[in-house]
């Protein structure tokens, strides 16, 4: 069977993919990209890259024929130009989050992929963390029940990220937070309403002319009842580190962990009936309020969906606490996800398929992000979400 030819661009994060695309048996070569020399000389030495196959430019790989797909790991104002000349030098792309900085960058992204008539996948690590998997086990099963509610939330202080991350607007940044809720819910979203509140230094305010600290959201859904909130912080806001969700379901609902240390919490409604006394009599009916169990459990690793080959990877890491990169530790490893996705990108492209989360999902759900920050900025304007799919 054919075997891909993969570029990965962007080494200071993006080394954590290296290593399993040069472990997966559906990759034959792996060409790395970096501006820093000193990050391509790590990946060729630790993972024996030829030194023909490590170039400092992107237009390198673009110009070589025989490489099938490039993977982008660069920072967020690139994604959709280097994305849209990926697709136009006639390549697969797979792209980090968030897909663009604008509604029409989306849009641009999206006119390249049908153009060009390849494969874009928008590369969101929480739709593949174990958690998530959990929850759509659970839900598929039906042990959830109708689904009423959902919050989702990204909590992080980036104090000493790189610049380009200086004052960035909470919500422009949204996928981490709501993607989970918006793949179990199964609906497109399509009006945002959202606020600001609090208030950054103004040296932090200058940049994207943003002032909040905090932005939160209420997220309606196309063809469904279910409303989503989704909350959002980078600085100025004591708080650890956190990628959550929490669904209410009918039957069964699910709350993340507090602490990173704990397990989550599901809720399981009995419905019970019970015995009261009323003035010595006893009579049965049903509760006030059914009974509620409440049981902390564990969450299982997914590695058994995966090719042997790349399965250590959902546990064993390149960063660890010896070599740590900041996207890495304090997002706590994303949940095991790097394989998966991996995975789905190389096998969408080999079985001719649209990936799992493909462009028009990437833009929804980028989208989300920027109507969001749209509707806070104009002080709580509901705001409607484009038909991606109707490009």
Request: proline share 5%; glycine share 8%.
């Amino acid at each position: 069977m054919k075997k891909l030819n993969v570029a990965l661009v962007g080494l200071s994060f993006g080394l954590e993919f290296v290593a399993i695309y040069c472990r997966h048996p559906d990759v034959d070569k792996v060409y790395v990209v970096d501006k820093n020399q000193k990050l391509l000389d790590i990946a060729r030495e630790r993972y024996s890259i030829p030194q023909s196959q490590c170039f400092t430019d992107l237009q390198n790989v673009l110009d070589i024929p025989e490489i099938d797909a490039v993977h982008l790991v660069t920072p967020p104002s690139t994604h959709a130009p280097f994305s849209v000349r990926v697709l136009n030098a006639g390549k697969h792309c797979g792209c980090t989050i968030p897909m663009g900085m604008s509604l029409e960058e989306l849009k641009q992204v999206i006119a390249a992929r049908k153009a060009a008539d390849k494969n874009y996948m928008f590369m969101e690590t929480t739709i593949f963390q174990r958690e998530f998997l959990y929850l759509k086990e659970l839900y598929e099963k039906g042990e959830l029940g109708r689904l009423q509610y959902m919050t989702c939330a990204h909590y992080q202080d980036m104090e000493g990220w790189p610049d380009y991350w200086k004052g960035f607007p909470p919500l422009m940044h949204p996928t981490h937070a709501v993607a989970p809720c918006l793949m179990l819910a199964g609906h497109l979203p399509e009006k945002v309403y959202a606020r600001g509140s609090g208030k950054v230094r103004r040296e932090l305010e200058e940049p994207y002319g943003c002032p909040y600290a905090f932005e939160a959201a209420f997220i309606t859904l196309q063809d469904s009842d279910i409303t989503i909130e989704m909350e959002r912080f980078l600085y100025g806001v004591a708080r650890s580190y956190s990628e959550c969700f929490r669904v209410y379901g009918e039957n069964k609902s699910f709350e993340w962990q507090q602490l990173a240390e704990e397990d989550p919490v599901i809720y399981t409604r009995t419905g019970a009936l019970q015995k009261v006394d009323i003035l010595n009599e006893e009579k049965e009916e049903s509760s006030r309020g059914g009974e509620i169990l409440e049981e902390r459990v564990r969450i299982p690793d997914y590695a058994h969906l995966l090719p042997d080959e790349i399965a250590s990877f959902t546990t064993n890491t390149v960063y660890n606490n010896e070599n740590t990169h900041l996207s890495f530790k304090q997002g706590g490893g994303h949940g095991g996800s790097h394989p998966h996705l991996v995975h789905e990108f190389v096998r969408s492209i080999l079985e001719d398929r649209k990936p799992a989360i493909d462009d028009i999902m990437g833009a929804y759900w980028t989208g989300t992000g920027i109507c969001a920050h749209e509707s806070a900025m104009k002080g709580g304007e509901v705001i409607t979400i484009p038909r991606f799919e109707q490009l």
